[in-house]
């Protein structure tokens, strides 16, 4: 995604998930060789009713995500909490959900 593409996608999540309210979102730039550009970052679990929405979203768009404890970066040193969800555009045609 690039960065447009990415802040309509999260304005689109935050106008049909009010669940949302309270999460800290991120906007993070390209930063690993799977993903095609910028991602979205959510640190904090995500209710059941939250996360299907996120979820037909994100597919309706045909993008992926993976959910749990992570690498944030190629360059980090410190992985992401349990509950993190990332939303991105794999490079590759294949959509793969984790």
């Known amino acids: 995604m690039n960065r ?3 802040i309509a996608l999260l304005k689109q999540v935050l106008d049909a998930c009010a669940g949302l309210e309270g999460h800290p979102l991120e906007l993070a730039p390209p930063n690993t060789p799977q ?3 910028f991602q979205i ?3 904090k679990p995500l209710d059941d009713e939250t996360r299907k929405k996120v979820i037909q979203i ?3 768009h ?3 995500y993976q959910a749990g404890a992570m690498w944030k970066t190629k ?3 410190n992985l ?3 509950d993190t969800f990332i939303i991105f555009k794999p490079k ?3 959509n793969s959900h984790t």
């Open 4 to 6: 447009q593409e990415a």
């Open 35 to 37: 993903t095609g550009g």
């Open 41 to 43: 970052i959510i640190a």
């Open 58 to 60: 994100i597919t309706d």
């Open 62 to 64: 045909g993008l992926s």
């Open 75 to 77: 360059h980090s040193v």
């Open 80 to 82: 992401t909490g349990s």
């Open 92 to 94: 590759n045609a294949e």
